[in-house]
């Protein structure tokens, strides 16, 4: 009931079929690509087969608005071809190293990384299976620790409430991470934007006293730190997410890609959203903050909070927050509650869980 009631709050709950990219075996995955091939070549000999109507979540242009037409661009093929290989060989690769696999092999149709990204996203959106099945394996930046013991499959176990400020490092590799057995008495999971908050309520060891695991993606969140929360969020549906992120339009926007997915990753995005909720900073809690704390809102800033608005996904009370921070003009960031002692931070998260004092 739980992945329902997000499912219908993602970004795609409006159509269920745009959350279908399918988890499979490397040999499956280039079976499609075969077929993929035949069916574009055997339509090609057939002048008056139809056209098959846009790609969902890729349509970026006329340019690739039919999948012949999506087949037939040099970029689609070489990562087709290049991910045909890798599973061939049994391999793992980064986005990084792919484009750089790319660039030397099909300059010319690979200048940037943002170009191999979406073209993934575009072979994901064609075959209908995961990047990590397309043999693509996520960039981490993330770290948890806390009231959490991690057992491996070499048998190895991690527990996560002795270990130092940094945490343990969270993999990469998804095919690691969905093998992980958790084991944990905690009450609580907490996404923390930042790593130098993350680690500052690790030194304090916030989780002896509230019985929590800590979270963090380092920044905006990427795929595995969102894989490992959805896991976490399956393993203890009972066990409530709060995120604590800078009171900015990017904060929101960070809360929000784990909330209700990310729309960069098409297909794949609704299958790590969880049902989280925002402890702070919010705009009941600038009375804690000294004005001289107050930064004013940048372009940047500006710029996400028009894209947040335009969603119809977004919460009523998110939206308030948003448009408060427009109104005012200002933003604040979760560190200007040192002004009360590096200590504060550690009992103001206490407190509003206490409290119930989240949206």
Known sequence: MAEAGVAAASLFGADRR??????????????????????????????????????????????????????????????????????????????????????????????????????????????????????????????????????????????????????????????????????????????????????????????????????TAKGYPDLATRFILHRLSQTYPNMPIFALVDWNPAGLAILCTYKYGSISMGLESYRYACNVKWLGLRGDDLQLIPQSAYQELKPRDLQIAKSLLSSKFLQDKHRAELTLMLETGKRAEIEALYSHGFDFLGKYVARKIVQGDYI
């Open 18 to 215: 745009l959350c279908s990219a399918d988890i499979l075996p490397p040999a499956e995955v280039r079976a499609r690509i075969e077929v993929a091939v035949l069916n574009f070549l055997a339509a090609l000999t057939d002048p008056a087969a139809p056209a098959i109507s846009a790609l969902p979540l890729i349509s970026r242009g006329a340019a690739n608005r039919g999948l012949r037409r999506a087949l037939l661009r040099d970029d689609v093929s070489s990562v087709m071809e290049m991910c045909y290989k890798i599973l061939g060989e049994g391999k793992l690769v980064t986005l990084r190293e792919l484009f750089y696999t790319l660039l030397s092999e099909s300059p010319t149709y690979f200048t940037c990384q943002r170009h191999v990204n979406q073209t993934v996203q575009d072979v994901v959106s064609l075959l209908r299976c995961t990047r990590q099945s397309l043999g693509i394996m996520a960039s981490s930046r993330g770290a948890l620790i806390g009231r959490l013991v991690v057992q491996g499959p070499e048998e190895e176990h991690v527990d996560c409430s002795i270990l130092g400020p940094s945490g343990h490092a969270i993999t990469g590799d998804l095919n690691v991470l969905s093998k992980l057995i958790f084991s944990s008495d905690a009450r609580y999971i907490i996404v923390v934007e930042k790593d130098a908050i993350f680690q500052r309520l690790a030194e304090d060891r916030i989780y002896s006293h509230l019985p929590c695991i800590l979270i």
